[in-house]
């Protein structure tokens, strides 16, 4: 366990570092403007016209240059002088409470933080994920076949490229072997860095872009930097360094914007190869780097890692349980004492010299040292110490506590599996979210010029919380709040695309109908009430209603969809609604008994078509 114990060891030497030692070299290079300049208004009645009066503000010193209002910007901090110069490896400035290395060790050495860490990546690749497209993309799609086949084509070119979106196919085969390293990075030390690798040649990536792969670079060797402001400068001015064996050795720049681009012009392809994406999980204003989910449990994981050590050395240093020997006759110089004590301490790092007689001078005695246990209720504090930061609990790694007299095993597995349920969800979606806004949208719409397509994470089919939102859209569709193909691309499927699936339906006693079918059968129905010579059909309108032009739409207070031109375009006749039948036959039995027709109350019947239900009666 020595790896262990120098684990440890760094995790508190690097707790007592100092933030503020620097160089010489920060005494150097500084601008000097350290005067007054023009400040803003001081009035004697708001700072020293009373009794006790606060004081007017001091006159701001200035250490930038004024702009154009004349008084210079706020700094985003005090950041330490001179930090873009060469300090060694990034991590170790004594902005972190452990350097990169130490809290890689960390979660390697310590058992608790390696599950954490794996249990919280394995939840995350495990969710399926798709390119959709865009709300508003959904919405033009609808009844355009050419529009829908457009998209799929384009589509399948982006799922090719996430598929395997790294250049070192040997390492990162598959999506998600990829996936696997950027969370370990962001869960471990918190600093994902991802290369926008471009093609060999110019425009040769998919859909003529300049990206060719998202190679993931190890983010413990990437120091970002500052500008002026204290803010991570942009546009072509380089904002990271990676060091390699304490020298910088790449410059490298944020990824640029419309804007930036705009600005540089042509020479911006120049920097095509020099771009990263830098995320981290928690941002500070007083760190450039991030808080990882180890870097936030290291006190406890080093409390954790140092009772491991013990109970390891409880079965390589000594296997007797701690006793003071009492020596008896014959034992009586401190020479034969100590041979004594040697003998017996040369058995104790043999296991079965504990199940072996072993015989002492007569007159001796032993006494019991204070027992310690190997393990107690003070592990299951250290591990919930340990899976707090990391948005869990112990029972999420199988660790159960120990159930109360009032509670039965049943309802503590139960409620274990609620909390574990609800804290999935919680934990999951800042990660997820902050992947598809920050990298995967942006790759999508950004690089590949692809606004009607977005990134979804799919729904684990084989979780409650997964099978609770698939039940719910299909109990939605089924009572018509929404459409088959809007719960299709909720889930993370592809719209169907059919006129009949792109609007909300009902279900009926014949099956699923949608309600552009509904209400024209409601229409045929009260129409063949009312005495009309041929059935209506699907598609048909009356004499009186007909539109102007045959290729204008037909229109009217029910068809809010693009989908209703298609339905009214198809042969045949609707199957009748029997609701709407039953409230005909009420209706009937109504009119019979010689009441008007405006007396009669319906909720399936419209006004208007009560109004023309009056011509029979007539």
Request: proline share 8%; aromatic share 6%.
């Amino acid at each position: 366990m020595a790896k262990g114990n120098s684990v440890a060891a760094a995790i508190l030497a690097a707790g007592g570092k100092n933030p503020g030692l620097m160089t010489q070299l920060a005494q150097q290079g500084q601008f000097d403007v350290n005067q007054p300049y023009n400040p803003l208004p001081r009035p004697a009645s708001a700072f020293t016209q009373g009794q006790f009066a606060p004081g007017s503000p001091m006159i701001p010193m200035a250490v930038d240059v004024p702009g154009e209002s004349e008084r210079p910007d706020p700094r985003r901090s005090q950041y330490p002088v001179n930090w873009n110069l060469n300090h060694g490896t990034p991590g170790s400035e004594g902005l972190k409470l452990a350097p990169f290395a130490t809290l890689r060790s960390a979660a390697d050495v310590y058992s608790v933080a390696r599950s954490c860490v794996d249990h919280r990546t394995n939840e995350i690749v495990s969710m399926g994920w798709d390119i959709v497209p865009t709300a508003e993309a959904t919405q033009a799609m609808k009844g355009d076949p050419d529009l829908r086949e457009d998209w799929e084509k384009r589509r399948r070119q982006v799922v090719e490229f996430f598929s395997s979106p790294d250049s070192d196919k040997a390492k990162y085969p598959t999506f998600e072997s990829w996936l696997s390293a950027l969370l370990e990075d962001r869960f471990v030390i918190d600093a994902v860095a991802i290369h926008l690798r471009p093609p060999r040649r110019r425009g040769a990536g998919p859909f003529g872009s300049n990206l060719a792969a998202l190679d993931i670079l190890d983010g413990a060797t990437i120091r970002p930097l500052f500008d002026l402001a204290g803010a991570t400068p942009s546009g072509s001015s380089v904002a990271y360094q990676q060091y390699l064996w304490g020298v910088p050795r790449v410059d490298l720049i944020s990824v640029l914007t419309g804007e930036d681009v705009a600005d540089l012009g042509d020479p911006a392809v120049e920097f095509r190869g020099d771009q990263l994406i830098y995320l981290r999980e928690t941002t500070r204003t007083i760190s450039p780097y991030g808080f990882s989910c180890v870097e936030k449990a290291i006190r406890p994981i080093t409390i954790g890692l140092y009772k491991q050590i013990y109970q390891e050395d409880y079965f390589t240093e000594g296997s007797i349980p701690a006793q003071y020997v009492i020596a008896g006759d014959g034992v009586d110089t401190p020479q034969q004492i100590r041979m004594l004590q040697d003998a017996l301490n040369a058995m104790a790092g043999d296991i079965a010299a504990k199940h072996r007689i072993i015989v002492l001078p007569k007159g001796s005695q032993t006494k019991d040292q204070k027992h310690s246990p190997l393990a107690d209720q003070g592990d299951e504090w250290i591990i919930s110490q340990v899976t707090g930061p990391f948005g869990m609990t112990p029972m999420d790694l199988g660790v159960t506590p120990r159930v109360s007299a009032v509670q039965s095993p049943s309802e503590s597995k139960q409620l274990s599996q609620i909390n574990t349920d609800k804290g999935s969800q919680n934990r999951i979606k800042p990660v997820t979210g902050q992947l598809k806004a920050e990298l995967f949208d942006y790759v999508i719409q950004r690089v590949f010029g692809q606004k009607d397509m977005e990134w979804f994470w799919g729904i684990p089919s084989e979780t409650d919380a997964g099978a609770d939102i698939i039940d719910t859209h299909v109990t939605m569709v089924k009572n018509g709040l929404e459409a088959i193909d809007e719960a299709r691309v909720a889930v993370g499927k592809n719209p169907f695309g059919l006129p009949e699936t792109s609007v909300p339906g009902i279900i009926t006693s014949t099956g699923y109908m949608p309600l552009t079918v509904a209400v024209q059968a409601a229409v045929a129905s009260v129409a063949a009430a009312a005495g009309a010579a041929e059935p209506a059909q699907l598609g048909d309108e009356a004499p009186d209603k007909a539109p102007k032009d045959e290729d204008e739409p037909l229109k009217g207070p029910n068809l809010t969809t693009p989908a209703h031109d298609a339905v009214r375009a198809a042969d045949g006749t609707p199957p009748a609604a029997k609701a709407v039948t039953a409230e005909l036959e009420k209706l009937e039995r109504f009119l019979r008994k010689g009441r008007p027709v405006s007396a009669f109350s319906s909720d399936i019947l419209t006004s208007d078509e009560l109004a023309e239900a009056e011509l029979p009666k007539a």
